[in-house]
Protein backbone atom coordinates (compact mmCIF):
# COMPACT_ATOMS: atom_id res chain seq x y z
CA UNK A 1 0.00 0.00 0.00
CA UNK A 2 1.46 3.50 -1.10
CA UNK A 3 1.21 6.04 1.38
CA UNK A 4 -0.27 9.39 0.10
CA UNK A 5 1.26 12.32 0.19
CA UNK A 6 -1.06 13.78 2.02
CA UNK A 7 -0.83 11.17 4.77
CA UNK A 8 2.91 11.35 4.86
CA UNK A 9 3.09 15.28 5.40
CA UNK A 10 0.43 14.52 8.42
CA UNK A 11 2.63 12.32 9.77
CA UNK A 12 6.09 13.83 9.15
CA UNK A 13 4.57 17.15 10.76
CA UNK A 14 3.17 15.41 13.59
CA UNK A 15 6.26 14.04 14.57
CA UNK A 16 8.59 16.84 13.85
CA UNK A 17 5.78 19.20 15.95
CA UNK A 18 5.72 16.32 18.88
CA UNK A 19 9.14 16.82 19.02
CA UNK A 20 9.73 20.41 19.26
CA UNK A 21 6.77 19.93 21.72
CA UNK A 22 9.50 18.38 23.77
CA UNK A 23 12.52 19.76 23.05
CA UNK A 24 11.89 23.77 22.50
CA UNK A 25 15.79 24.28 21.00
CA UNK A 26 14.12 22.40 17.95
CA UNK A 27 11.20 24.97 17.80
CA UNK A 28 13.74 28.28 17.98
CA UNK A 29 16.08 26.44 15.38
CA UNK A 30 13.17 25.42 13.08
CA UNK A 31 10.73 28.33 13.55
CA UNK A 32 9.81 31.50 10.95
CA UNK A 33 12.02 34.16 12.51
CA UNK A 34 12.61 36.73 10.26
CA UNK A 35 15.14 38.70 12.58
CA UNK A 36 17.58 35.88 12.61
CA UNK A 37 17.14 35.26 8.86
CA UNK A 38 17.98 38.36 7.95
CA UNK A 39 21.37 38.35 9.86
CA UNK A 40 22.24 34.70 9.39
CA UNK A 41 20.23 34.03 5.89
CA UNK A 42 18.77 31.21 7.56
CA UNK A 43 15.80 31.14 4.81
CA UNK A 44 15.25 27.72 5.73
CA UNK A 45 12.85 28.31 8.19
CA UNK A 46 10.54 29.32 5.41
CA UNK A 47 10.10 25.57 4.98
CA UNK A 48 10.89 23.89 8.71
CA UNK A 49 8.48 26.40 10.52
CA UNK A 50 5.64 24.71 8.43
CA UNK A 51 6.48 21.42 10.25
CA UNK A 52 6.20 23.20 13.79
CA UNK A 53 3.09 24.38 15.90
CA UNK A 54 2.25 26.00 19.38
CA UNK A 55 0.29 23.04 21.06
CA UNK A 56 -1.54 19.87 20.04
CA UNK A 57 -4.60 21.75 19.27
CA UNK A 58 -2.93 24.30 16.65
CA UNK A 59 -1.05 20.98 15.42
CA UNK A 60 -5.31 19.05 14.98
CA UNK A 61 -6.39 21.83 13.31
CA UNK A 62 -4.18 21.98 11.13
CA UNK A 63 -3.33 18.58 10.16
CA UNK A 64 -7.13 17.89 10.13
CA UNK A 65 -7.65 20.30 7.47
CA UNK A 66 -4.83 19.29 5.54
CA UNK A 67 -5.89 15.59 5.56
CA UNK A 68 -9.73 16.70 4.59
CA UNK A 69 -8.79 18.84 2.00
CA UNK A 70 -5.30 17.46 0.79
CA UNK A 71 -7.01 14.23 -0.32
CA UNK A 72 -9.23 15.82 -2.29
CA UNK A 73 -6.55 17.94 -4.08
CA UNK A 74 -4.15 15.41 -4.57
CA UNK A 75 -6.48 12.59 -6.40
CA UNK A 76 -7.60 15.55 -8.64
CA UNK A 77 -3.92 16.30 -9.58
CA UNK A 78 -3.42 12.54 -9.86
CA UNK A 79 -6.34 12.34 -12.49
CA UNK A 80 -5.24 15.83 -14.37
CA UNK A 81 -1.31 15.34 -14.52
CA UNK A 82 -1.19 11.66 -13.67
CA UNK A 83 -0.11 9.53 -10.83
CA UNK A 84 3.92 10.49 -10.78
CA UNK A 85 3.41 14.37 -11.36
CA UNK A 86 -0.20 14.71 -10.09
CA UNK A 87 1.59 13.82 -6.84
CA UNK A 88 5.07 15.89 -7.59
CA UNK A 89 2.66 19.12 -8.29
CA UNK A 90 0.50 18.64 -5.22
CA UNK A 91 3.46 18.88 -3.32
CA UNK A 92 5.06 21.60 -5.16
CA UNK A 93 1.37 23.36 -4.27
CA UNK A 94 1.83 22.63 -0.34
CA UNK A 95 5.15 23.52 0.23
CA UNK A 96 5.73 26.67 -2.16
CA UNK A 97 2.36 28.12 -0.66
CA UNK A 98 3.67 27.98 2.84
CA UNK A 99 7.22 29.35 1.37
CA UNK A 100 6.13 32.08 -0.22
CA UNK A 101 3.22 32.92 2.98
CA UNK A 102 6.47 33.48 4.73
CA UNK A 103 8.10 36.13 2.53
CA UNK A 104 5.71 39.30 3.41
CA UNK A 105 6.38 38.93 7.12
CA UNK A 106 10.10 38.41 6.36
CA UNK A 107 10.36 41.61 4.48
CA UNK A 108 7.61 43.14 7.16
CA UNK A 109 9.35 41.82 10.09
CA UNK A 110 13.15 41.47 9.09
CA UNK A 111 13.90 44.26 11.97
CA UNK A 112 11.60 43.25 14.36
CA UNK A 113 13.00 40.96 17.24
CA UNK A 114 9.95 39.91 19.23
CA UNK A 115 8.19 38.37 15.72
CA UNK A 116 8.18 34.99 15.41
CA UNK A 117 5.77 32.54 13.63
CA UNK A 118 5.43 28.60 13.45
CA UNK A 119 2.79 26.19 11.39
CA UNK A 120 1.33 24.94 8.17
CA UNK A 121 -1.61 27.39 7.60
CA UNK A 122 0.08 29.19 5.20
CA UNK A 123 0.31 25.82 3.22
CA UNK A 124 -2.51 24.70 4.18
CA UNK A 125 -4.30 27.91 3.08
CA UNK A 126 -2.88 27.48 -0.46
CA UNK A 127 -4.30 23.50 -0.26
CA UNK A 128 -8.02 25.19 0.81
CA UNK A 129 -8.23 27.64 -2.22
CA UNK A 130 -7.60 25.21 -4.36
CA UNK A 131 -10.38 23.05 -3.08
CA UNK A 132 -12.21 26.09 -3.74
CA UNK A 133 -11.52 26.61 -6.72
CA UNK A 134 -12.60 22.70 -8.04
CA UNK A 135 -15.52 22.62 -5.99
CA UNK A 136 -16.94 26.40 -5.12
CA UNK A 137 -20.31 25.42 -4.44
CA UNK A 138 -19.29 22.35 -1.69
CA UNK A 139 -19.88 23.33 2.31
CA UNK A 140 -17.20 24.07 4.23
CA UNK A 141 -18.40 24.28 8.05
CA UNK A 142 -17.16 26.87 9.85
CA UNK A 143 -16.41 25.95 13.43
CA UNK A 144 -17.41 22.42 12.09
CA UNK A 145 -21.49 23.15 12.19
CA UNK A 146 -22.07 26.22 10.07
CA UNK A 147 -21.96 25.30 6.50
CA UNK A 148 -20.71 27.34 4.33
CA UNK A 149 -20.10 27.27 0.52
CA UNK A 150 -16.47 27.16 -0.39
CA UNK A 151 -16.08 30.20 -2.91
CA UNK A 152 -18.00 32.27 0.46
CA UNK A 153 -15.81 31.21 2.33
CA UNK A 154 -12.73 32.20 0.38
CA UNK A 155 -13.90 35.52 0.29
CA UNK A 156 -14.22 35.83 4.01
CA UNK A 157 -11.14 34.44 4.76
CA UNK A 158 -9.01 36.47 2.77
CA UNK A 159 -11.03 39.52 4.17
CA UNK A 160 -10.74 37.90 7.37
CA UNK A 161 -6.65 37.34 7.13
CA UNK A 162 -6.35 40.99 5.78
CA UNK A 163 -7.94 42.80 8.70
CA UNK A 164 -6.66 40.40 11.47
CA UNK A 165 -3.17 41.11 10.06
CA UNK A 166 -3.27 44.72 10.06
CA UNK A 167 -4.51 44.65 13.80
CA UNK A 168 -1.09 42.34 15.06
CA UNK A 169 -0.51 40.77 17.91
CA UNK A 170 0.30 36.95 19.09
CA UNK A 171 2.27 34.37 17.30
CA UNK A 172 -1.01 33.74 14.26
CA UNK A 173 0.50 35.21 11.26
CA UNK A 174 -2.54 36.17 9.35
CA UNK A 175 -0.55 37.55 6.61
CA UNK A 176 0.68 34.19 5.91
CA UNK A 177 -2.83 33.13 5.31
CA UNK A 178 -3.66 36.01 3.11
CA UNK A 179 -0.42 34.79 1.01
CA UNK A 180 -0.49 31.65 1.38
CA UNK A 181 -4.34 30.96 0.10
CA UNK A 182 -3.71 33.82 -3.02
CA UNK A 183 -0.50 31.73 -4.03
CA UNK A 184 -2.49 28.05 -3.67
CA UNK A 185 -4.91 29.46 -6.00
CA UNK A 186 -2.65 31.61 -8.45
CA UNK A 187 -0.18 28.21 -8.42
CA UNK A 188 -3.21 26.09 -9.44
CA UNK A 189 -4.40 27.97 -11.77
CA UNK A 190 -0.94 28.74 -13.46
CA UNK A 191 -0.61 24.54 -13.61
CA UNK A 192 -3.48 24.16 -15.44
CA UNK A 193 -5.72 27.42 -16.89
CA UNK A 194 -8.79 25.79 -17.99
CA UNK A 195 -9.24 25.48 -13.84
CA UNK A 196 -10.54 28.83 -13.95
CA UNK A 197 -12.88 28.27 -17.17
CA UNK A 198 -14.31 25.46 -15.24
CA UNK A 199 -14.56 27.25 -12.02
CA UNK A 200 -16.33 30.30 -13.72
CA UNK A 201 -19.08 27.43 -15.25
CA UNK A 202 -19.52 25.71 -11.84
CA UNK A 203 -19.97 28.93 -10.35
CA UNK A 204 -22.85 29.54 -13.09
CA UNK A 205 -23.86 26.24 -13.63
CA UNK A 206 -24.07 25.03 -9.59
CA UNK A 207 -25.73 28.04 -8.31
CA UNK A 208 -27.57 26.93 -5.59
CA UNK A 209 -29.93 29.76 -5.00
Known sequence: MTLSITLILVIVTSLISWQAFERREIEYKFMHYPYEEYRDKSYYRW????????DFTHLFFNMF???SFGSYIESAFVVIFGELMGRLNFFALYI????FADIPTYYKHKHNQSFSSVGASGAVSGIMFAFALFE?????YLF??????AVLAAVLYLVYSSYAAKQGGGRI?????????????????????????????????????
Open 65 to 67: ALY
Open 144 to 149: YVIPIP
Open 47 to 54: VTSMFLHT
Open 173 to 209: DHMAHFWGAVFGLLFTIALKPELFNRFLDKLVSDFPF
Open 96 to 99: LSGV
Open 136 to 140: PWSNI
